[in-house]
């Protein structure tokens, strides 16, 4: 069973948005071509859902600064600016993203007092998500063991939410694989991405490329022009 998961493709981390990653917005037509491809049994979209009053905004802490860190009982926190408040604008997933492609989707960081960057737990790894029980139970459903089970995960930031979410999933024994041209990072200290990806395949996480797994195009023929 291969499953693509999509993560946090929304307003807020695309330019224009509270918290843009750069050409955030890139990872959209690479996000689609993959969901139309037939390459997965299975497509799940995470979303980062935060009340407006939550841990990890820089404006809910007196005279912190946007990306300065604090210590929290979890470890250290980065402070954001204020980003993907349920219900808002922000939240929603990037309008061109082809979400009739989406069968399931996972909100995450939903808790006042700690963050959750990957899709199956938060940052103290205290509470999970649906994501874990999704995936188990629709492998069930098609009869299909869990070592046969393979997570390609892309989306944004790949420094942040995608290599917590691949970390977690690679940690939890599922084969995993990051698509590394349907991602963006936020790269706060340039080479956050090249630390993020070396780190990730020590734990097993392959890095791949969308053309290495959409199926093969059939090389177009010359068109013909009959008398
Ligand atoms: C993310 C920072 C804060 C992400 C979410 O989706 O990568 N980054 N919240
Ligand atoms: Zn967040």
Request: aromatic share 6%.
């Amino acid at each position: 069973m291969k499953v693509l998961i999509l993560v946090d493709i929304q307003n807020d981390f695309c330019p224009g948005g509270a918290l843009p990653v750069p050409e955030g917005d890139h990872v959209v037509p690479a996000a689609n071509t993959l969901m139309r491809s037939g390459a997965f049994d299975l497509v799940v979209a995470t979303k980062d859902w935060h009340p407006a009053n939550h841990i990890s905004f820089a404006d809910n802490h007196e005279g912190k600064e946007v990306f300065q860190q604090i210590e929290l009982p979890s470890g250290a926190q980065t402070l954001w600016p204020r980003h993907c408040v349920q219900g808002t604008s922000g939240a929603e997933l990037h309008p061109k993203l082809d979400t009739n492609r989406i069968d399931h989707i996972v909100t995450k960081g939903t808790s006042q007092s700690i963050d959750s960057y990957s899709g199956f737990f938060d940052n103290g790894h205290q509470q999970e998500t649906d994501l874990r029980e999704l995936l188990t139970r629709e492998a069930t459903l098609r009869g299909i063991p869990f070592n046969e089970v393979r997570l390609s995960v892309c989306g944004l930031a790949l420094d942040y939410c995608v290599a917590a979410t691949a970390r977690d999933a690679a940690r939890l024994g599922f084969k995993t694989d990051i698509i590394l041209d349907a991602c963006r990072a936020v790269n706060i200290s340039p080479g956050d991405d090249l630390r993020t990806l070396r780190e990730l395949t020590t734990l097993g996480v392959g890095v791949v490329s969308s053309r290495e797994i959409l199926p093969e195009r059939t090389p177009s023929r010359p068109v013909e022009l009959r008398p």
